[in-house]
């Protein structure tokens, strides 16, 4: 196993990976564990945009009705309500997108990519909310693989996404490094976060599935989308328990 050793420090030190061997890994000729039956996908989808356009058809009918008798503010709470739920619908419908894209991930389109690269670039995107939350972020010398460069970019935004959305009340921290295992590279994404509990370490792949607690936003798709672009890949794409000590993430992809 080789382990790159030359470390980029973003913030502070990065911790090791432990070693995991990825002895069950899926072609992307084969049909892999994402791609489930799509009717349950579009119930669900269907349920929550349902629940969405709702609350905006209510809370619209209300306030024509308080317009009707009223000048008074009063419905002004209820314009807020319109707008978070018009909010959610263009939240879902940009998952569902983003979704259907990684399902069509095609490897005709797959060539050398640099996840160095690809993470600085998400990295400057999101660097208003790293920002903002006071996130540090540490990396070491990541590799090249062979993928779709636009899927790969999705695929770790989706990961730290997550983890700033999961962070708790220390100060956040993501620490991302890779490993050698065969004919695959290894990947860690490790916060400080809330963590994951083992009854929830598979359910969190699943679309619009959301952790408990509550208050966390988007479609609920992000982890979701990361398995179907790491299985497309030919990888795999795990959770390790952790309650209270942060959370981790672990994926397979090939190597150049």
Known sequence: MVELSRQIDYSQSVMPVPARAS????????????????GEFL????????????????????IQRLRETSADPAFDPHLKLIVEGARQVDLLVDGLSAF???????????RSVSMGVMLRSVLMKLNQELRQSGTQVSYGDLPVVTGNPDRILQLLENLICNALQQRGQAQPHIDITAVREGDFWLFTVRDNGRGVEAA????????????????????GLGLAIARVIVERHGGRIWAEPGTGSGATFCFTLPWE
């Open 43 to 62: 119930l669900r989808a269907s349920h929550d945009l349902r629940a969405a356009t709702r609350s905006v058809r209510t809370q619209s009918e209300l």
């Open 200 to 219: 929830y370490l598979e359910k969190v792949f699943l679309p619009f599935e959301r952790l408990p607690g509550g208050g966390y936003k988007g479609a």
């Open 23 to 38: 002895d069950s890994t899926t072609s992307p000729t084969e049909r892999p564990k994402s791609d489930f039956d799509a």
């Open 100 to 110: 259907s894209l990684a399902l069509q991930t095609n490897p005709a389109s797959f």
